[in-house]
């Protein structure tokens, strides 16, 4: 009995430092070989965009590859559980928008930001009140008013329960304009309906609707942000036109950022979060910065406790508004989440 | 303008290297089912993120043509098309392969896809604006109307009983309700089980359907010599490929329009020239369904004139006409470029770029096809009992490869089985597959109509206010209504 | 011709079958709708229901044509024996695989199965599942990138197969 009991403990002792000495030179050398960036969403969106930017830029800088993999579908989510699954040496990151924050009261998933270490919250896309050319609306205060005066008429449409567009009516409404909303599958199909008239407005991203708008097919009517955008300077920023908005306008509402699993170990974090600051100092990233009007929020946010607050407070009122509006699945209370 | 952009890239060895180099892995990738042109595109933009824009192109389109085509090959070879845009073209293409015909099924698909996919380049290159504003004015109820009439014109051609078919078309759009609800953003339909919450994949369903089916089929049936013992060495002398060509024209216009919609593709477009084909000629060569070249001239010229059409909206609008286009899209916005209304005005570089590279690779689809179709023809003659096993491995492979899960393979076998009893009792498997194609586009337009007419007053005149609706509505209402045998009945009797 | 007479037509069967279940349909689409609180018009079970619906519709349309005269064609019986081993076969790859990983796994598979429908070379058998394995392990698994199954027992023996 004896015997056989210190046979399995000297078995578990080397077992074990087998492990341990894998971890440890994990840290010492990593990244030793290609990376995969895991993007949840579909391939040419804002945040596909950012991302293999970033994920080039990544990889110059580390010396390794970063292959990135769209595991697009159901909000998200799907590509945000893969990055849990897979193996937690450091060599799957993820690279996403915001649906974290209101995944578990949309009933989709129990994931949230907590089960994740933040590397960098990294850029926010602002959003835009657009129109098309032809449209009967001039100013953002023309449809505003119209709004006011014929609630649920005027159509506007959006990529659906919990997507930024969403959170953007909801705030409308609670302002006391009242759309008549129309989900569509991606913000380029939100836009090809203004085109094509099917609806009166949209709110998509800046980056998603420059080109149209340089070209004239549609029009800039107003910025839901607080900040003015650098390439359209004029445009007239919500609280402008209606003071009420400026509490909503505090916080950026297509934040991306940049995680990995919870279970990874911290040297491998210190790494690309050293990175993740070089890259973003570099002039290429700040000129894709400046020609796409990105928001950087590493600069707003720039330690990990502050980017942990932002998200606190980003999940507290959006999760909320999507509760109070009544498209959530469980209360934003049963998750402990405080109202803002 | 373009056309000066376009010859420095004919002249440029490079370039057509690599459109060479594309229209390879395009044909292999398109030719084995559950390897998706979608998926080895995506990887290309990770591998081709450091080159130039055009070298970047020139490869992406020589895969994407070749790729559009070759999934004809396994699908007339093996019965398992490489890709639903090439399910239509099986129902001709696998039963002349039976008959030892396989080089001159194979040779007809090659042409007409060249034939189609250069059609819908030339649309491109000349007509986007046109057609993108009439596709813009194609709305929710419209694409509707569209894909449920796709379904009808399924239902009714691929058994002898349109009412089988029609059960097979609705059980497949039931199966693509299953998963995430696109506006409501809740599980549906999905049994608690968590892994179909992301839906059903139409990957492992056209694989299990398809190709699973086929080797329980012939499992059972105890056939496992070869399929075919001897080729009938026909020519197949152009002249006769070519007596197509006026209808040919019909077809592939049918495919770049529907290609500029964005959402409707290859499917749609194939589905739709085949039905047509099948109400213009009257004397086809066979029996459709049964070995007629017109089945696969209308099928493969539509499918492959869909690629031009789905380039135009992402090149005008910078809205993807498919998912390929969607990745093409970001491989512009990668690198620094903006696709939108001006793109083509402000970038007649890389339009030509994009032109350049179509054209190429359906040189090189033309080539590629005729060299290698007398050699893919000799598949036929493997015995069932080695190609059977090899074509269950890739079969797995593909299905697992769509989203790396064992699940989706799982489902795999479960299709192979559905499809197998179908298949015993007569029921067609094509329209489940185009039914889960095309499910989710139907039902998230059909609830964004609904959405839409909410906050009208006048509901009926709002719905049909587009003279594109009423012809559709109609459209579909007749093919209804004359599908019915007891009306069929009623006309014979006039007669 | 007599001996079909005495049999129900199976198209009748399954016409029935088809209408129960599409009943059960329709009731489900009603339950779940009702269980999300939101207007018809927004239900994700809207267009199930209308299915459901069609699907009943059809059923009955499948009922009426089996007594107007559709018919099955006539199946041999088929070789039940080797079928039900290849979905054995398959179903024990399928649990294996997490195990013994990809590679290993579908060399045992395709050797099973090219035995199973009557190869007899053994060296025939033996190339063909090892090439073909080899081949697509490489060709998906490293050049394409896409994530394998890797074996856990193999794992613990040291081999990342």
Redesign the interface.
């Known amino acids: 009995m004896k015997k056989s009991l210190i046979v399995l403990l000297t078995l578990l002792v080397a077992l074990s430092s087998l492990f341990a000495q894998g971890a440890a030179e994990a840290a010492n050398t990593y990244p030793e070989k290609a990376i995969t960036m895991i993007i949840p969403y579909g391939a040419g969106g804002t945040t596909d965009v950012s991302g293999r930017k970033f994920a080039a830029l990544l990889s110059k800088e580390l010396g390794v590859a970063v292959t990135v993999v769209n595991q697009g579908g159901a909000s998200g989510s799907i590509g945000c559980q893969a990055a849990l699954d897979a193996n937690p040496d450091g060599y799957t990151v993820l690279f996403t928008a915001e649906s974290l924050g209101t995944q578990r009261v949309m009933g989709l998933t129990n994931l949230s930001y907590d089960d994740y270490k933040i590397i960098s919250t990294m850029v926010n896309d602002p959003k835009v009140l657009v129109v098309a050319k032809d449209s009967k609306y001039n100013t953002l205060a023309d449809l505003l008013a119209d709004m006011k005066a014929n609630p649920g008429k005027i159509k506007m449409s959006y990529t659906g329960p919990g997507g930024s567009g969403h959170v953007q009516g909801l705030i409308m409404e609670k302002l006391g304009y009242v759309p008549a909303l129309t989900a569509y599958s991606s913000g380029a199909d939100c836009y090809r309906a203004v085109l094509s008239g099917e609806v009166d407005f949209t709110n998509s991203n800046i980056s998603t609707v420059k080109a149209l708008i340089q070209s004239g097919d549609l029009k800039l009517l107003g910025v839901s942000s607080n900040v003015k955008l650098s390439i359209y300077p004029d445009a007239p920023l919500f609280e402008e036109v209606d003071p009420n908005a400026a509490q909503y306008m505090k916080n950026a509402f297509t934040p991306l950022n940049f995680l990995v699993s919870n279970k990874v170990d911290d040297s491998v974090v210190e790494v690309l979060r050293n990175a993740t600051k070089k890259v973003v100092e570099s002039a290429e990233w700040k000129s894709f910065i400046k020609d796409n009007a990105l928001e950087e929020l590493y600069v707003q946010y720039p330690t990990v406790e502050a980017t942990k607050e932002f998200y606190k407070n980003w999940e507290s009122m959006v999760s909320w508004m999507l509760y109070d509006a009544g498209v959530t699945k469980y209360s934003p209370a049963d998750f402990g989440i405080a109202k803002p | 303008m373009s056309l000066n952009y376009m010859i420095h890239y004919f002249a440029d060895p490079r370039f057509i290297l690599l459109v060479l180099l594309g229209s390879v892995l395009g044909l292999f990738i398109g030719a084995i089912p559950g390897l998706s042109v979608t998926m080895a595109t995506a990887l290309l933009v990770s591998v081709t993120y450091s080159w130039g824009t055009s070298d970047a192109m020139a490869m992406i389109m020589g895969l994407y043509v070749v790729g559009v085509f070759s999934g004809a090959l396994s699908a007339i070879l093996i019965n398992i098309p490489g890709a639903p845009s090439s399910v239509v073209t099986a129902f001709d293409g696998y039963p002349l392969a039976k008959r030892g015909e396989a080089y001159k099924s194979l040779k007809y698909a090659t042409i007409y896809s060249f034939i189609g996919s250069v059609f819908g380049f030339i649309a491109l290159w000349l007509l986007s604006g046109p057609i993108s504003n009439i596709a813009l004015k194609f709305h929710p109820i419209d694409y509707f109307l569209l894909s449920f009439f796709g379904l009808l014109a399924v239902g009714s051609l691929t058994s002898k009983s349109f009412t089988k078919g029609l059960i097979s078309a609705a059980v497949g759009l039931l199966i693509a309700m299953v998963g995430m609800d696109s506006v409501m953003g809740r599980p549906r339909l999905t049994l608690g089980i968590r892994a179909l919450q992301g839906g059903i994949n139409v990957v492992p369903a056209l694989v299990g359907l398809f190709g699973m089916t086929e080797v329980l089929s012939s499992i059972m049936q105890k056939k496992m010599g070869a399929e075919v013992s001897e080729m009938k060495n026909e020519k197949v002398p152009m002249k006769n490929i070519l007596k197509h060509f006026p209808l040919s024209m019909i077809y592939s216009a049918i495919g770049t329009f529907v290609g500029a919609l964005p959402g409707a593709g290859g499917p749609v477009a194939s589905f739709l020239a085949y039905s047509t084909a099948q109400k213009v000629v009257k004397k086809p060569s066979r029996e459709f369904c049964d070995g007629a070249v017109e089945g696969i001239v209308a099928s493969e010229s539509s499918n492959n004139a869909c690629i031009g059409g789905a380039l135009i909206p992402m090149l005008t609008l910078a809205v993807p006409g498919d998912a390929v286009t969607a990745i093409i899209l970001s491989v512009f916005i990668v690198h620094g470029m903006q696709p939108g209304p001006l793109f083509i005005k402000t970038q007649p570089d890389m339009f030509a770029s994009v032109l350049a590279g179509g054209f190429l690779g359906c040189v090189f689809l033309l080539i590629l096809g005729l060299l290698v179709a007398p050699k893919l023809s000799k598949l036929i003659l493997v015995p069932k009992r080695i190609l059977l096993p090899i074509v269950t491995v890739l079969c797995i492979i593909g299905s697992f490869a769509c989203n790396n899960r064992i699940f989706d393979v799982v489902l795999m076998f479960i299709f192979g089985l559905i499809g197998y009893f179908m298949r015993k009792h007569d029921y067609p498997t094509a329209p489940m597959v185009l039914a889960i194609v095309l499910g989710s586009m139907m039902d998230s337009n059909f609830r964004r109509t609904v959405s839409l007419l909410e906050s009208e007053e006048h509901k009926i005149a709002y719905l049909f206010s587009s003279p594109i609706t009423v012809i559709l509505f109609a459209v579909t209402v007749l093919t209804l209504i004359f599908s019915i045998p007891a009306v069929q009945r009623l006309f014979k009797k006039k007669k | 011709m007599e001996e079909k007479n005495k049999k129900i037509n199976?198209v009748l069967i399954?016409g029935i079958v088809?209408c129960a279940l599409s009943v059960l349909?329709i009731i489900f689409s009603i339950i779940?709708h009702y269980g999300?609180?939101?207007e018809w018009?927004?239900?994700?079970?809207?267009?199930?229901l209308f299915?459901?619906i069609?699907?009943c519709m059809?059923?009955i349309?499948?009922i009426l044509?089996s007594f107007s005269g559709?018919k099955?064609?006539k199946?041999?019986k088929?070789?039940?024996k080797?079928?039900l081993i290849?979905?054995l076969e398959?179903a024990i790859?399928?649990i294996v695989?997490?195990y013994l990983g990809f590679l290993i796994s579908?060399m045992l598979?395709?050797g099973a199965?090219?035995h199973l429908?009557?190869?007899k070379s053994w060296w025939?058998i033996i190339l063909?599942?090892v090439v073909?394995?080899l081949i697509?392990y490489f060709l998906?698994g490293v050049y394409?990138?896409?994530?394998?199954?890797k074996g856990k027992l193999l794992y613990m023996i040291g081999i990342r197969l």
């Open positions: 199976p399954e088809l349909g779940c999300f609180k939101v018009k927004l239900s994700p079970y809207l267009f199930p299915i459901s069609m699907l059809l059923s349309s499948l044509s559709l099955e064609a199946r041999e088929g070789d039940r080797t079928f290849f979905l398959c790859y399928l695989l997490k579908t598979l395709l199965i090219v429908l009557g190869e025939k063909i599942s073909t394995s697509i998906f394409l990138g896409v994530m394998l199954p």
